[in-house]
């Protein structure tokens, strides 16, 4: 199947090296001390912070650090065949890992000693990049919860399909058996902190498609600030200053 | 008695046995024991602090997992945890170390029947390693009643399945360093008890005495064989302390 | 019931022996008080043995079995190297390899009093002396000697701890020294701490000492006396 | 509470600051150098697709089984590979029975990807009728010692599970054409499966504030690392997956550093498994042949009858007899050898050698006998065999010290058919050797 017409362009008209449309909001969920939903195109999900807070089960209290849980779960209604799954299936437990373990790094757990972060995460609608909408979720939540951080974690895909790196890759995309590069980075620090990668690659083009997962990350990177700036601003408003 | 198994064994003869502790380095105590194509791993942690729930805190308390080779844990395998456990419960000294636990793990590496005794030589081996104090050690064995009537020792599984009755034994080893006659009186009565007999199928009284007798036979060797495989390693301590 | 005491008794000594192994049979021994070290139990008149390993004996009267394991039993006297798992108001809590785990009271420093209690940080390795260790009781223990010095008890800074079994702490604590460690210690400058534990810690200028002196131990576990002089010499000739 | 206290395994404040400073130095506690890999063993069961793997400590054991099932809606003509990983508290006393924890489900998941989504199996030739039958393997990876980098060791017995694994030939038949006959393996050899290549996971760690890389991470090693990065290569320098699951961040070029790196580990692992693999297929070819002497089941041990004392005795004194040899002649590799190639050679030799190692032999024909012997012995019990036979002969090292070496060996590498017997006992004994000493070389200086 061709995945990159002629002139360049991808199924759904982007460029190779074009992220999706970008959207995000802040302070979703009342109830929750932070929270965000993103979107990259048509994936849209939600995510929902609480804490920092007392330890629920004092046998996983941390006496230096906080304790980060995250829980990921993708809603029936989000993907085209609306299969049941269980709750707490393999794939989702290694993205919970994958995303607690990612968001761990960027919070400074440290200042928190003997106290619990917990994330949820839900996809609302799947069209490819789920893992990476989550994160950026996640980071704009514990953003909003306030919760200490030393960088912003964004997080951004990118595919080769008929020999062409691809950003940001979508369902169809994604689905085509090709690779799917998903990288994690602190922008501000331009350290990689979550890399994962699936099928085989040639290693000088797999440094390419990183390369251009990297820079997707730091487009992200550049629209949560905005975002979290106008949130912030908002907030100033509110308050009168 | 004189005709061959299929495997070309006599039939109070054992297949070939092998013996080694101390294989893991995480486990506080372990051994590797075959017989045969038979092979069992079986670790031991503890005595860890603490009893878990339903169990007498003033005794030291023992858990067995069993882990098949492939799969999901079964009702076979629930019996045979269980089995093993009151097995052990009985050579172990419980009030040493009261509230406590020791876990036993148990893993299948292959099976080629008589799977039941080898893990429970495989469990008493992994103990000695482990240093839990124990009364005295255990040895297993397994006899079979086959479609002739014949009273089989160490069955493997086609001799398993071929059969039409089974019984597992574990008796108490035979003391080799007894002091004096008194005491020696005392251990051979002790020797002959048993620990635990587990039968499947219908046999006669008579067979199940044969296999008593059979088994008790084997107790001797086995233990010998115990003693020699679970020494190596104190004698090897010794000879660097020395 | 002619049969000779002292005769089967010798002969038992510096044996193997297993666990239900008969060794000594007290009717035969009136008048006489014997003292059971580890791996021994009294089973009415007979004394029966529980831990497979070497029957010792010790004049006057001490019997015990002697073996070598990962974890450890505590008995009162033996020094060990501990680790700090939490402080309570009261005591620190010690890890030592034992069932149990083993309470250190704050005041149980040389001097201590409520004024002056030191602050231990979770997984400070200590070098301490069990104090009591009772049958259903958490072992205790002080890091000061009998007189209540310092001795040479408390934390140990630096250095690298590592696991070994009981018998290789008893080794490398044996009188005379052993041959492993009186080699390693003619061309190398290292501090050692060697816990009944089983734990062994070792300090020097640089990490690679430690490391060879800490591989070194950990591999003389089996090796007969001489064959520990040959492996040090080799190690030590390699890095030289 | 304070019995999770009592039950936990800790590290020292000592311990954790060292393996950094070491590190500094370019220094590991065990010996190794940063970029060392550990010693790979790599054994196999009696039965078709089980195998053992032991990467230094660390201990993993695979076992392939397979089953007709319908295949995926989706997938008509393709069988499944299922993977199982569990963490099994044998391995680590922190690990309990029951569910998997999230360790064990990444590990699995990491496997997983690294040999599926890289087609490394060739799951179309496992299709026996389309949409109705194909055969659905399961891989049962137990983990048995927890000695750090679990991934690679277990992805290593995955690899080696499924390439001496052998699926059972079935042919269509019946009155419809449509009834699937499966042949049992005495009737129909059983079929090897499709493996286009081998994905090898090479995990990294990043420990300390300098985030100094190591590959092979010990599991002291393990507790301290910042971050983890888990390469799956082929060796053609293909990258199958990597997961680098948060933690510590890093710098570009340094992961592309590993992954150079990985590629050439994967290059020398691959051929390790291959050969481990080739040597066993030579074992068994051998096994088909030798299988009429009546069985090789021997007795050690006949009870309730005459000889059985005689031939224990005889079992008992010898290893007494081998103690004093070797304690005096300070059991070296020289000796070892010697006495390995004399227990083929005469006949109380070989007696003794079955006592060791399980492997039967007292029955008469050798010519016959002694390769189904080895091959018996070196399968059922290469564990048995290695450290029994250690602990026998009181010589340098007790198997729990195993330290590195950076060239790996695997044990299966050389037997030729011929001198089967000799040659899987000399590797073995090899082994054990380079086992004993962590610089192997001050140890043959010895010699």
Same mark, same amino acid.
């Given at each position: 199947m061709e995945y990159v017409s002629p002139e360049g362009l991808r199924l759904d008209g982007r460029r190779p090296m074009e992220t999706r449309q970008l959207r995000a909001e802040i302070?979703?969920? $009342?109830?929750?001390?932070g929270s965000a939903v993103f979107e990259m195109g048509n994936t849209k999900v939600i995510a929902a912070v609480y804490g920092p807070?007392?330890?629920?089960?004092? $046998?996983?209290?941390?006496n230096d650090k906080a304790l980060v849980l995250c829980e990921y779960s993708i809603a029936n209604? $989000?993907?085209?065949?609306r299969m049941r799954k269980p709750k707490g299936d393999r794939l989702s437990m290694e993205i919970s890992l994958v995303i607690r373990q990612t968001m761990e790094e960027c919070i400074l757990t440290h200042l928190m000693p003997r106290s619990q972060i917990d994330i949820f995460v839900q996809v609302l609608?799947?069209?490819?990049?789920t893992r990476s909408a989550c994160i950026n979720a996640a980071t704009l939540a514990l953003a909003d919860a306030g919760i200490p951080m030393c960088d912003l974690v964004t997080s951004c895909s990118a595919g080769y399909l008929n020999s062409t790196p691809l950003l940001d890759l979508n369902y169809v995309e994604d689905s085509a058996g090709g690779p799917d590069v998903i990288v994690g980075i602190l922008p501000n620090l331009d350290k990689v902190t979550l890399l994962q990668m699936d099928a085989e690659l040639q290693m000088d083009t797999f440094e390419n498609v990183m390369q251009l997962a990297i820079e997707g990350c730091k487009a992200v990177a550049n629209y949560l600030r905005e975002i979290l700036l106008e949130h912030t601003k908002k907030l100033e408003s509110c308050r009168g200053v | 008695m004189d005709e061959k198994r299929e495997?070309?064994?006599?039939?109070t003869q054992l297949r070939p046995l092998s013996c080694t502790r101390?294989?893991?380095?995480?486990?506080h105590g372990s051994a590797s024991f075959s017989q045969g194509e038979t092979r069992i791993l079986a670790a031991v942690y503890g005595p860890k602090a603490g009893t878990k729930?339903?169990?007498?805190?003033?005794k030291a308390c023992i858990e067995v997992i069993w882990k098949p080779k492939s799969g999901q844990i079964g009702k076979a395998e629930k019996e045979y945890e269980m089995i093993v456990k009151r097995t052990l419960q009985n050579i172990c000294?419980?009030?040493?170390?009261?509230n406590t636990t020791t876990s036993i793990i148990i893993q299948v590496v292959?099976?080629?029947?008589?799977l039941l005794p080898c893990a429970i030589n495989a469990a008493c081996s992994a103990l000695v390693d482990a240093g839990i104090p124990l009364k005295y050690l255990a040895v297993a064995i397994s006899c079979c009643i086959s479609e002739n009537e014949d009273c089989i020792l160490d069955p493997n599984k086609l001799e398993e399945q071929k059969m039409k009755a089974l019984v597992y034994l574990v008796f108490r080893n035979s003391i080799?360093?007894?002091?004096?006659e008194e005491s020696t009186q005392v251990g051979e009565s002790i020797e002959n008890g048993i620990v635990t007999s587990v039968t499947h199928g219908v046999m006669t009284v008579n067979n199940y005495f044969q296999c008593m007798e059979q088994g008790r036979a084997a107790i001797k060797p086995l233990s010998d064989f115990l003693r020699k495989k679970l020494q190596s390693k104190v004698q090897s301590d010794v000879s660097v302390a020395g | 019931m002619e049969s000779k005491p002292s005769n089967s008794l010798s002969s038992l000594i510096d044996q193997q022996v297993f666990p239900?192994?008969?060794?000594?049979d007290l009717s035969k021994m009136a008048n006489q008080t014997i003292k059971l070290g580890s791996g021994l139990r009294q089973e009415g008149d007979a004394i029966s043995v529980m831990k497979a390993g070497k029957l010792r004996f010790a004049k006057p009267n001490k019997y015990w079995v002697e073996s070598s394991h990962k974890r450890y039993v505590p008995c009162a006297g033996d020094t060990v190297l501990g680790i700090v798992v939490d402080s309570k108001a009261d005591n620190f809590l010690v890890d030592i390899k034992s069932p149990t785990i083993a309470f250190l009271p704050?005041?149980?420093?040389?001097?201590?009093?409520r004024r002056n209690i030191p602050k231990f940080e979770v997984g400070t390795l200590l070098y301490a002396r069990v104090v009591k260790a009772n049958t259903g009781m958490n072992p205790e223990l002080a890091c000061m000697d009998a007189s209540g010095?310092?001795?040479?008890f408390g934390p140990l800074k630096d250095g690298y701890m590592f696991e070994s079994s009981t018998g290789l702490s008893r080794m490398l604590l044996n009188s005379p020294t052993c041959p492993l460690l009186e080699t390693l210690g003619k061309k190398l400058a290292f501090e050692i701490a060697v816990g009944l534990n089983g734990r062994v810690w070792v300090n020097a200028t640089s990490p690679s000492i430690i490391i060879l002196v800490a591989n070194s131990i950990m591999k003389?576990?089996?090796?007969s006396p001489v064959q520990q002089k040959i492996m040090v010499d080799n190690l030590l000739q390699r890095v030289q | 509470m304070e019995q999770r206290l009592a039950n936990a395994w800790r590290m020292t404040v000592n311990e954790k600051k060292f393996i950094e400073t070491a590190l500094l130095s370019d220094?590991?506690?065990?010996?190794?150098?940063?970029f060392d890999y550990r010693n790979l063993t790599i054994r196999f069961g009696r039965e078709d697709g089980s195998s053992e793997v032991q990467l230094g400590q660390t201990h993993v054991m695979g076992f392939v089984t397979s089953q007709l099932v319908q295949p995926y809606r989706d997938r008509p003509n393709e069988g499944t590979l299922a993977i199982y990983t569990e963490l099994s508290?044998?391995?680590?006393?922190s690990f309990e029975a029951g569910r998997p924890a999230e360790s064990a489900v990444e590990l699995g998941r990491i496997i997983d990807r690294g040999l599926r989504e890289s087609r490394a199996?060739?799951?179309?030739?496992?299709?026996?009728?389309?949409?109705k039958w194909v055969w659905s393997l399961r891989i049962d990876l137990h983990?048995?010692?927890?000695?750090?980098?679990?991934v690679d060791a277990a992805n290593i017995a995955a690899l080696a599970s499924l390439l001496t694994f052998r699926r059972p030939e079935c042919t269509l038949g019946g009155e419809d054409g449509q009834e699937v006959i499966i042949h049992a393996p005495e009737a129909r050899e059983a079929l090897p499966l499709t493996v286009h290549h081998l994905p090898i996971a090479i995990t990294f760690a990043f420990i300390g504030d300098e985030n100094t890389v190591v590959i092979d991470p010990s599991h002291f090693e393990e507790a301290v690392m910042g971050g983890r990065m888990t390469a799956t290569l082929n060796a053609n320098g293909d990258i199958c997956a990597v997961q680098k699951a948060g933690g510590e961040g890093v710098i570009q070029s340094v992961i592309m550093q590993c992954l150079r790196i990985a590629s050439v580990k994967a290059v020398d692992i691959t051929r390790k498994i291959e050969d481990a693999v080739k040597s066993n297929n030579t074992e068994r070819a051998l096994r088909k042949i030798k299988?009429?002497?009546? $069985?090789?089941v021997v007795d050690v041990i006949k009870a309730g009858q005459k000889g059985a004392d005689n031939l224990l005795e005889e079992n008992m004194e010898k290893p007494k007899q081998e103690i004093e040899d070797t304690i005096v002649s300070q059991s070296d590799d020289m000796d070892i050898e010697t006495r390995s190639s004399n227990q083929n050679e005469s006949k109380p030799r070989i007696d003794k050698n079955t006592s060791f190692?399980?492997?039967?032999?007292?029955?008469?024909p050798y010519s016959k006998g002694v390769n189904v012997d080895e091959l018996k012995a070196s399968l059922a019990s290469r564990v048995a065999a290695l450290p029994s036979e250690k602990m026998d002969t009181a010589?340098?090292?007790?198997?729990?010290?195993?330290v590195t070496d950076p060239p790996l060996t695997s044990t299966n590498a050389a037997p030729s058919s011929e001198e089967n017997t000799g040659a899987g006992q000399q590797t073995n004994k090899e082994k054990t050797l380079k086992d004993a000493v962590k610089p192997k070389h001050k140890r043959k200086k010895k010699t």
């Open positions: 302070g979703v969920v $009342s109830r929750a001390d807070r007392e330890v629920q089960n004092r $046998s996983q209290q941390i209604f $989000s993907t085209g065949d609608q799947a069209d490819g990049g | 495997d070309g064994r006599a039939v101390n294989v893991l380095n995480r486990a729930k339903n169990e007498n805190p003033e000294l419980l009030n040493v170390h009261p292959n099976d080629d029947g008589s080799m360093s007894v002091l004096d | 239900g192994d008969v060794v000594l704050v005041l149980a420093f040389e001097g201590g009093t010095k310092a001795a040479e003389s576990e089996s090796l | 220094l590991r506690i065990d010996g190794r150098r940063p508290p044998m391995a680590d006393p199996v060739d799951t179309e030739s496992l299709c026996v009728v389309a949409g983990i048995l010692d927890n000695g750090g980098n679990l299988r009429h002497p009546p $069985s090789a190692i399980g492997g039967p032999s007292s029955w008469d010589p340098p090292v007790e198997p729990r010290v195993t």
